[in-house]
């Protein structure tokens, strides 16, 4: 709560009142809703190319380009999440970061999101945070990175990478797609006068429909 209420006036300090706008009306009332997505590693897939050549690694300290000052990145570091990769051309420059979290992460990913992903379990891990620098986009970078990144969890034990993406993002709907993954859950977040709640539920197949019409 204490944390909140100094992130609020940090806001007012800098005159974001469209953002404090936003975040109050958000959670008087409203609903988002995402699709779970899911790439099973031990099913034979031939991961997508870009249009530049891409090479993956681990975050180094040099990498500012991907970390500016907004308070989410700045928690996000904090939270010290493993492992943080990142998508280099062939002259070293970054172009694209996502973060891969195995089970072994669990408490800081609930710290972190506070409920907004399901507890993994042994062999799942979970993809989030992808960011593509803006002078690399429409180069294909996305999905090719992010199923590059989703085979590193080989190293970490698991069978089913996870990852979560708004149901109206097509953009990213379909980059996931092409990286291989699919849907089997839907999340719904929702907010009424300040509280929260967030479910889990199974596919239906007005869902199944709604993914396959808008990835198509």
Same mark, same amino acid.
């Given at each position: 709560?204490? #944390?909140? @209420? ?9 005159? *974001?009142? +469209?953002?404090?706008?936003?975040? /109050? ?21 031939? #991961? ?5 050549? +891409? ?17 989410? *990145?700045?928690? /996000? ?5 493993? =492992? !943080? ?33 399901? /507890? ?20 294909? @970078? ?18 089913? +990478?996870?990852?979560? @993406? ?9 980059? !996931? ?10 999340? =719904? ?7 929260? =709640? ?10 199944? #429909?709604?993914? /396959?019409?808008?990835?198509?």
């Amino acid at each position: 709560m204490a #944390n909140n @209420v100094f992130k609020l006036l940090k806001h007012l300090k800098k005159g *974001n009142f +469209i953002f404090i706008f936003n975040g /109050i009306k958000k959670r008087v009332l409203s609903k988002n809703e995402a699709y779970g997505l899911r790439r099973d590693l031990t099913q034979p897939f031939e #991961n997508p190319k870009a249009l530049i050549q +891409i090479h993956i690694r681990p975050v180094e300290k040099g990498d500012n380009t991907f970390f500016s000052s907004d308070n989410f *990145n700045i928690g /996000i570091l904090s939270a010290k999440l493993q =492992t !943080c990769y990142i998508a280099t051309d062939d002259g070293g420059t970054p172009c694209y970061r996502q973060w891969l979290m195995a089970s072994g992460e669990n408490s800081k990913i609930e710290r972190f999101w506070k409920g907004l992903f399901p /507890i993994l379990k042994s062999d799942e891990a979970l993809l989030e945070n992808a960011f593509t620098i803006p002078d690399f986009r429409g180069k294909r @970078v996305m999905p090719a990175a992010m199923a590059l990144i989703a085979e590193k969890g080989h190293k970490l034990g698991a069978r089913y +990478i996870l990852t979560f @993406v708004d149901i109206n993002n097509i953009p990213s709907l379909k980059g !996931c797609k092409r990286s291989g993954f699919s849907p089997y859950t839907l999340r =719904t977040e929702k907010w009424f006068l300040f509280n929260r =709640t967030i479910t889990f539920s199974e596919l239906t197949q007005e869902n199944a #429909n709604h993914f /396959i019409q808008q990835t198509s």
